[in-house]
């Protein structure tokens, strides 16, 4: 299976208990890194993708965790990032937690395998209900019992939201997952249209795309801004650069940096890991 292993000199296994540990989990791989509190910097990643074409069993997945030397430590907080295509977002005003299932299954179809969880978003004011599998939440409740499990729309809105706040006009994002990809177009600051769209290849993803800029008006001058699993001059940016003039790789941010060792590393490609130190 590919491996990743990025770590800072100054990292110390005796010390966890001064650090924030944010742990990404799901059948399409596991990574996690560790942020340093006391001078707000990130000291290691680790990640772990499945061979090409698989997935992640559930029991690889607690394998990696209890034998790795840094998982099984105590942490002065914890985060569980949970990346899954099945989501609907409910205005705060009208979200009642004892009908999320209702909600879900409104839109969405739910797998016996699965279960249904919520996380409220600050901006937009409305939560997130979500699916994610049984397995990897009994897994994530067995090592980090008091830590929530986050979909990852709640970091990568947090950041997206507060960036669309710079731009007068649409602000398009695009997050790309290995088999699905989600999209989050903001007007004046205000959310306009949110979608997850699975898909096959790179004309898939296009063409969903230009039909939203299609459907919604969108010049094609404006600048869509990508994250996930892609990056610059591969076949997915170079299709969208014939017809896209502006694009660009949202970096995360927030109250933290990065260790030298990152330097060299597509930090976009991460960007709900690291931003989960946002959510409070």
């Known amino acids: 299976m590919p491996f990743l292993e990025l770590f800072d000199e100054t990292l110390d296994i005796n010390s966890t208990e001064t650090y924030e540990l944010s742990v990404q989990m799901s059948p399409d791989g ?52 949970m990346p899954s295509p099945k989501f609907t977002l409910v205005p705060s005003p009208l979200f009642d937690p004892g009908k999320k299932e209702e909600y879900f299954s409104f839109n969405l179809i739910r797998n016996e395998n699965e279960v249904i969880l919520s996380n409220k978003i600050p901006d937009p004011d ?7 599998q049984k397995a990897i939440i009994e897994i994530a409740k067995q090592f980090w019992p008091a830590a929530q499990a986050l979909h990852h729309t709640r970091p990568l809105l947090n950041q997206v939201s507060h960036a669309s706040k710079s731009v007068a006009g649409h602000y ?28 096959r290849n790179i004309s898939d993803i296009l063409y969903y795309v230009l ?14 801004h990508f994250s996930g699993q892609t990056e610059r001059y591969d076949d997915l940016y170079s299709n969208f650069a014939i017809y896209i003039r502006n694009l660009k790789f949202t970096e ?27 959510c409070e």
Not at 126 to 132: D, I, K, L, Q
Not at 257 to 262: A, C, E, I, K, P
Request: no cysteine; hydrophobic share 40%; charged share 20%.
């Open 252 to 278: 995360p941010s927030g109250n933290f940096t990065w260790s030298y060792v990152f330097n060299d590393i597509e930090l976009h490609r991460y960007i709900n890991l690291f931003n989960a130190t946002n």
């Open 30 to 81: 596991f990574s996690f890194t560790i942020l340093d509190t006391i001078r707000n910097k990130y000291v290691l990643l680790r990640a772990t993708d499945p061979d090409e074409n698989k997935y992640l069993a559930s029991d690889k997945m607690s394998g990696i965790i209890s034998k790795d030397d840094f998982l099984t430590k105590h942490y002065k907080k914890v985060n569980i990032v």
């Open 172 to 199: 398009v994002h695009i997050h790309i997952e290995r088999e699905f990809f989600n999209m989050f177009i903001f007007d004046k600051s205000n959310l306009t249209f949110s979608n997850t769209f699975n898909y």
């Open 211 to 224: 039909n939203v800029f299609s459907t919604m008006s969108i010049s094609h001058d404006e600048t869509i």
């Open 126 to 132: 409305a939560y997130v209900v979500f699916s994610v």
